[in-house]
Nanobody, 119 residues
Framework: QVQLVESGGGLVQAGGSLRLSCAVS????????MGWYRQAPGKQRELVARISSSGSTNYADSVKGRFTISRDNAKNTVYLQMNSLKPADTAVYYC?????????????WGKGTLVTVSS
């Protein structure tokens, strides 16, 4: 059974840093590219960072140079280091496979972790 458990969010001032973690279980980690997505209030969920099973990375333009995605294959964990945070980064952050894992015909998501950046 796939489980995605995100942690590490919180309240931070603009310019600050946070490190998010995502524990992945259920067999999708080793064979899939993994990503961090975010959903801001009133907006659609978007993919902000992706890492392949071999470790190559891609970033949305909005976070390039500030966010770093990494993965620990031994721990089945994905990380997102977020630096120079801006109020526009405020959102609920989710990890998932890329494309997202499907369960019962729908994209399956964990609970996410809330990041709030104050100005």
């Amino acid at each position: 059974q796939v489980q995605l458990v995100e942690s590490g969010g919180g309240l931070v001032q603009a310019g600050g840093s946070l490190r998010l973690s995502c524990a992945v279980s259920g067999g999708i980690f080793s064979i899939n590219a993994m990503g961090w997505y975010r959903q801001a209030p009133g907006k659609q969920r978007e993919l902000v960072a992706r890492i392949s099973s071999s470790g190559s990375t891609n970033y949305a333009d909005s976070v390039k140079g500030r966010f770093t995605i990494s993965r620990d294959n031994a721990k089945n964990t994905v990380y997102l280091q977020m630096n120079s945070l801006k109020p526009a980064d405020t959102a609920v952050y989710y990890c998932n496979a890329v494309p997202p894992y499907i369960k019962d015909g729908m994209d399956y998501w964990g609970k996410g972790t809330l990041v709030t950046v104050s100005s």
